[in-house]
């Protein structure tokens, strides 16, 4: 997108402890639409939300994010 924003998908897996993987049920596994701003010189704005794909993961997450470059 042209004014500095970009659209995206984002994919979050928790696949549990190597000692115990378990199944795809058993995993958090979650994905979604993710938006990034340009808010400033060195600002930007990240807005999200999360669908689960399996039973371990929760069914809707959302996120706010404002960062900082250093």
Known sequence: MGD???LGLSLFSDFNT???IGGFDAQGHEIGP????SIGP???LTAGM???L???AAD???RLM???EF
Do not use: V
């Not at 993710?34 to 701003?37: D, E, G, H, L, S």
């Open 34 to 37: 993710i938006y990034k701003q």
């Open 50 to 52: 999360l669908f689960g």
């Open 66 to 68: 404002i960062d900082r």
């Open 4 to 6: 500095g924003s970009r």
């Open 42 to 44: 060195g600002w930007g």
């Open 18 to 20: 190597t000692a115990e």
């Open 60 to 62: 809707t997450t959302w």
């Open 54 to 56: 399996s039973d371990a």
